[in-house]
């Protein structure tokens, strides 16, 4: 990353911690990443604002102010391994590639975890791993995980990915309750789940099946 990025990039984590109090391993990981990577080339002026922004097959790449907020509620500390639902542009993955030893993510939308996989080549990314599939079957070959993050918003949490995550692990989802959608954290403690609803968001609906 050139010294303009890196300014760039410090500037935005500091405008996220304004508002919303970052961790200094967060706020780092923020500082670390190169967002204009992540955006399509007609927004990258954009890159920067605290804005969500339009990216291809009808979805969009989160604010980076959200970004940072997901990354703060899955307490990432101590875990080692990390599930995301929805990689959509890998601007989330490559968050938590600063934050996990190894990152796995899946994207239905075969376009975008294409693109993702060139990001994450061209930055030189090496711990995360990508998957086209269904996010909601999980990656039980890599399974169990210390963390999983829902990058859409669900009406509930397949069974199979609670079984995928690691006793004392934690799952941050957006989930749909009523009208609103809520970001939701679940905590596995033995065989009950404790549930924590966080704060209103605004993320695009969970998809079944794979989109070529």
């Given at each position: 990353?050139?010294?303009?990025?890196?300014?760039?990039?410090?500037?935005?984590?500091?405008?996220?911690?304004?508002?919303?109090?970052?961790?200094?391993?967060?706020?780092?990981?923020?500082?670390?990443?190169?967002?204009?990577?992540?955006?399509?080339s007609g927004f990258r002026?954009?890159?920067y604002k605290l804005d969500?922004?339009?990216?291809?097959?009808?979805?969009?790449?989160?604010?980076?102010?959200?970004?940072?907020?997901?990354?703060?509620?899955?307490?990432?500390?101590?875990?080692?391994?990390?599930?995301?639902?929805?990689?959509?542009?890998?601007?989330?993955?490559?968050?938590?590639?600063?934050?996990?030893?190894?990152?796995?993510?899946?994207?239905?939308?075969?376009?975008?975890?294409?693109?993702?996989?060139?990001?994450?080549?061209?930055l030189g990314i090496g711990?995360?791993?990508?998957?086209?599939?269904?996010?909601?079957?999980?990656?039980?070959?890599?399974?169990?995980?210390?963390?999983?993050?829902?990058?859409?918003?669900?009406?509930?949490?397949?069974?199979?990915?609670?079984?995928?995550?690691?006793?004392?692990?934690?799952?941050?989802?957006?989930?749909?309750?009523?009208?609103?959608?809520?970001?939701?954290?679940?905590?596995?403690?033995?065989?009950?789940?404790?549930?924590?609803?966080?704060?209103?968001?605004?993320?695009?609906?969970?998809?079944?099946?794979?989109?070529?």
């Amino acid at each position: 990353m050139d010294r303009i990025t890196a300014t760039k990039t410090a500037k935005l984590a500091d405008e996220c911690h304004k508002i919303f109090s970052l961790s200094d391993s967060v706020k780092n990981a923020i500082a670390k990443t190169n967002r204009e990577e992540f955006v399509p080339s007609g927004f990258r002026h954009n890159a920067y604002k605290l804005d969500a922004l339009p990216m291809g097959s009808s979805q969009w790449i989160s604010s980076p102010l959200t970004v940072a907020k997901m990354t703060e509620y899955l307490v990432p500390k101590g875990a080692d391994r990390v599930l995301e639902i929805g990689c959509g542009s890998g601007y989330q993955a490559a968050v938590l590639s600063h934050l996990f030893r190894g990152v796995f993510t899946i994207e239905r939308i075969e376009p975008l975890i294409l693109e993702a996989k060139l990001r994450f080549r061209k930055l030189g990314i090496g711990n995360i791993h990508t998957k086209l599939d269904d996010g909601q079957n999980g990656w039980i070959q890599y399974a169990p995980f210390e963390r999983i993050l829902f990058s859409a918003t669900a009406k509930e949490i397949p069974a199979k990915l609670f079984e995928q995550l690691s006793e004392g692990g934690i799952l941050v989802a957006p989930m749909q309750v009523g009208a609103k959608q809520v970001i939701t954290r679940f905590r596995k403690v033995g065989n009950s789940l404790q549930k924590e609803e966080l704060e209103e968001c605004d993320f695009v609906p969970i998809l079944n099946g794979i989109q070529k």
